[in-house]
């Protein structure tokens, strides 16, 4: 089967090269001539641990164009992948969403046959029987029904894994036009998937509020094991890891993503909530509990910034480990450690940083305030105190000796645990946050 992938960015070019792995030829389409010269030149577009080496197998079955009706047209089967950035409610913007949809109309006005269309782009509740549908069939000429099917197919990968997530995925989430667009669907999926994952098909706005409720729900228990991690913080004896591992136990909870440390991040968690309140909200529904995981999120840069104030002397300079908003990858939206170095920063605290990634995007996003570290120990070794914001594995071979200081002890805040306790308490005062005693100045809680 041929398919056309619109949008090659994080999650397109990966959504591409695992189709032509798996032996469909693919068409790569991008409004950006950039990131269709790269497929064309067998270079991955966007950097994605697995992802050029799937390219590198998967050259003869994959090619990009700028030209969508030409894709659309040559193929019987699009999937579009483009952003669908929040407005000034916290929805989602169907704006690129459309315009990918008009462009796909056109091209289904050259072909004869049928022909599957799939959003995976994350949209709001009544987008896919609203206007993205509606844009379809304008442009196409055609009806959604016997010779046009239309899906919605959201993914639930993570960046930094996004290869691995697409071939084992939990669960495939289809909304559909009919039985025969969702077959269509789940017959690719059965050719690409690695595992036998639930399959889970339904109307569209099922599938629009399952997306954003899933998202939600992950957010609610990071904030509930934040709630945790504060209050082990204030209470004499206790752990947060021990609780949260316990707790998880339970088959109810489950341990995944309960884990007590900094706020979440990223170019989805953080709005797919603000979007699930915005619609509960517009329904006259209750959105508390959505709006309170937000807060407590938000409360989170409060605490550690709280606990660094508190040890730091004068203007002393914070050494930030950890600026990608989570391991493994270079994307610093709504990153904890860029926010941090931002708050301190503007509060005239010389901040230094390291990341083993995203150190260019950050500097560009702190405008060149923040200095860079060339590596991680340097950044310890410039620090009047240390926050540890993301657990990149690299962190825990940090050499323990460029933590001592003469006739001092560096205070060093650990929110994720990572450094090795007992080499690096030899030298410094190293704080577990989550483990009591994380002593805030007056004011900030
Ligand atoms: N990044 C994530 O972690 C993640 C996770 C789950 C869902 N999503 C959703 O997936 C969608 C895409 O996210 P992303 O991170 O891949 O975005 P991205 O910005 O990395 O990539 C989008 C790509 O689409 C291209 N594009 C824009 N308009 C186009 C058009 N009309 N035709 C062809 N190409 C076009 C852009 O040039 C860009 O290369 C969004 O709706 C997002 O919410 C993202």
């Known amino acids: ?161 996004v290869v691995r997530d697409m071939l084992r995925p939990d669960m495939i989430l289809i909304g559909e036009s009919d039985a025969q667009a969702g077959a269509m669907l789940e017959n690719i999926y059965h050719q690409s998937c690695d595992n036998k994952p639930a399959i889970r098909r339904m109307n569209f706005v099922n599938a629009e509020l399952t997306k954003i409720s899933v998202n939600t729900f992950v957010t609610t228990k990071i904030s509930y094991a934040n709630m945790l991690a504060d209050i082990c913080d204030r209470l004499p004896g206790a752990d947060v890891d021990v609780v949260t591992h316990a707790v998880g136990a339970d088959s109810r909870v489950g341990v995944k993503y309960l884990k007590g440390a900094t706020g979440y991040g990223g170019p989805c968690f953080p709005r797919d909530n603000v979007a699930f309140a915005a619609l509960a909200r517009s329904l006259g529904a209750n959105s508390e509990l959505a709006e309170a995981t937000d807060r407590v999120n938000r409360y989170q840069i409060e605490r550690v910034l709280g606990a660094v104030q508190a040890r730091l002397e004068g203007k002393g300079t914070v050494g930030i480990l950890g600026l990608s908003y989570k391991p493994h990858t270079a994307v610093i939206e709504e990153s904890q450690g860029v926010a941090l170095a931002e708050r301190l920063l503007n509060e005239g605290h010389p901040v230094i940083g390291f990341d083993p990634k995203a150190l260019g995007a950050a500097d560009a996003k702190l405008r060149g305030r923040m200095k860079s570290a060339a590596s991680a120990e340097e950044c310890v070794r410039a620090a009047d105190v240390v926050v540890v914001m993301t657990p990149w594995p690299e962190f825990t071979t940090i050499a323990p000796d460029s933590f001592a200081r003469t006739g001092s002890r560096l205070p060093v805040i650990d929110c994720w645990r990572v450094l090795p306790a007992e080499p690096v308490r030899a030298v410094a005062d190293l704080l577990y946050v989550g483990q009591g005693g994380l002593t805030v100045a007056a004011g900030i809680l």
């Open 1 to 161: 089967m041929k398919i056309s992938v619109l949008g090659l960015g994080k999650l397109g070019a990966p959504l591409a090269a695992v189709f032509a792995s798996k032996g469909f030829t693919v068409v790569g389409v991008d409004v950006n001539p950039a990131a269709v010269a790269a497929i064309n030149a067998g270079q991955a577009p966007v950097d994605e641990p697995g992802l050029q080496a799937l390219i590198d197998e998967s050259r003869s079955r994959l090619s990009a164009t700028e030209d969508a009706p030409a894709a659309v047209s040559s193929t019987e089967a699009t999937f579009i992948i483009v952003p669908t950035p929040s407005d000034a409610s916290g929805r989602f913007s169907n704006e690129y969403a459309l315009r990918a949809m008009a462009t796909v109309g056109q091209g289904l006005q050259r072909k004869d046959g049928y022909h599957l269309v799939v959003m995976t782009s994350t949209v709001m509740a009544g987008s896919m029987d609203g206007e993205l549908r509606a844009t379809l069939e304008r442009h196409s000429g055609r009806t959604v029904g016997p010779t046009l099917g239309l899906c919605y197919n959201p993914e639930f990968i993570a960046l930094g894994s």
